[in-house]
């Protein structure tokens, strides 16, 4: 096979991509057939990337953060752009319903709450309590294989799909309040749902043949903090009141 010149970082290679940047070596002309190939590939094709990141950590988010953590990263979205991505989607969704309720409480004559910037923007909280939930999680767990950094990024990720939880939140009270009339924020089922996911996802991360008795109540004093925190930083901030 002779070899070919890379397009996009001008390597020679042999074979069907360039193995220093990934570039395909067969490129076509941009016509009506590559958008009826690449639409469809993009919506359905989920092996890869953001679609691929978000079911993983959807159907089993202990057994992908493992693969991630072990270095079998290509298939995956990077953290940070992960939980950009899914943040500023809960953004734009939770605050269009929630324009949506204010304007329904405007005609109705029902009162207004006034609320801080990050009872608005609870994916912003959220995105700032990572730190947080990192250093706890790592102190519950710092005889665990993983380091400080690594519960970082195991946050990031889990982070990240609590903004899932955010919107069905929303559309949840968005559909109380054309019922009863009221659109309060479900604290209880925020953190019910937070804790099983988080006490999951972490059991199938530390779970060893010798630690059942041990992990389980290192899971219960992590919830505790995680709960503690969270609550607490919510009450200050004006998300839920007291």
């Given at each position: 096979?002779?070899?070919?010149?890379?397009?996009?970082?001008?390597?020679?290679?042999?074979?069907?991509?360039?193995?220093?940047?990934?570039?395909?070596?067969?490129?076509?002309?941009?016509?009506?057939?590559?958008?009826?190939?690449?639409?469809?590939?993009?919506?359905?094709?989920?092996?890869?990337?953001?679609?691929?990141?978000?079911?993983?950590?959807?159907?089993?988010?202990?057994?992908?953060?493992?693969?991630?953590?072990?270095?079998?990263?290509?298939?995956?979205?990077?953290?940070?752009?992960?939980?950009?991505?899914?943040?500023?989607?809960?953004?734009?969704?939770?605050?269009?319903?929630?324009?949506?309720?204010?304007?329904?409480?405007?005609?109705?004559?029902?009162?207004?709450h006034h609320?801080?910037?990050?009872?608005?923007?609870?994916?912003?909280?959220?995105?700032?309590?990572?730190?947080?939930?990192?250093?706890?999680?790592?102190?519950?767990?710092?005889?665990?294989?993983?380091?400080?950094?690594?519960?970082?990024?195991?946050?990031?990720?889990?982070?990240?799909?609590?903004?899932?939880?955010?919107?069905?939140?929303?559309?949840?009270?968005?559909?109380?309040?054309?019922?009863?009339?009221?659109?309060?924020?479900?604290?209880?089922?925020?953190m019910t749902?937070?804790?099983?996911?988080?006490?999951?996802?972490?059991?199938?991360?530390?779970?060893?043949?010798?630690?059942?008795?041990?992990?389980?109540?290192?899971?219960?004093?992590?919830?505790?903090?995680?709960?503690?925190?969270?609550?607490?930083?919510?009450?200050?901030?004006?998300?839920?009141e007291v």
């Amino acid at each position: 096979m002779a070899a070919v010149e890379c397009k996009n970082c001008n390597s020679l290679f042999e074979g069907k991509f360039c193995p220093q940047c990934g570039q395909a070596a067969s490129t076509h002309r941009i016509n009506a057939l590559y958008f009826l190939h690449d639409i469809p590939h993009s919506v359905l094709h989920v092996d890869k990337g953001f679609p691929y990141t978000f079911y993983q950590l959807i159907k089993r988010p202990a057994a992908a953060l493992n693969e991630y953590l072990a270095g079998r990263r290509v298939s995956y979205d990077r953290p940070f752009s992960y939980v950009l991505i899914m943040s500023a989607i809960s953004v734009l969704i939770v605050s269009r319903i929630r324009s949506y309720i204010e304007n329904l409480q405007q005609h109705t004559g029902a009162p207004m709450h006034h609320t801080s910037f990050l009872s608005h923007y609870q994916a912003v909280f959220i995105f700032l309590m990572i730190p947080l939930a990192g250093a706890i999680t790592w102190l519950v767990f710092r005889k665990s294989k993983y380091n400080f950094w690594e519960h970082i990024l195991i946050n990031t990720y889990l982070a990240a799909q609590l903004n899932v939880l955010l919107v069905l939140i929303s559309v949840f009270s968005l559909l109380k309040y054309l019922i009863t009339g009221s659109a309060g924020y479900s604290i209880t089922v925020f953190m019910t749902v937070f804790m099983v996911y988080y006490s999951l996802t972490f059991a199938g991360l530390m779970k060893t043949k010798k630690n059942g008795f041990t992990l389980g109540l290192k899971l219960g004093i992590m919830c505790f903090l995680l709960a503690s925190v969270y609550i607490t930083a919510m009450i200050f901030e004006g998300i839920v009141e007291v």
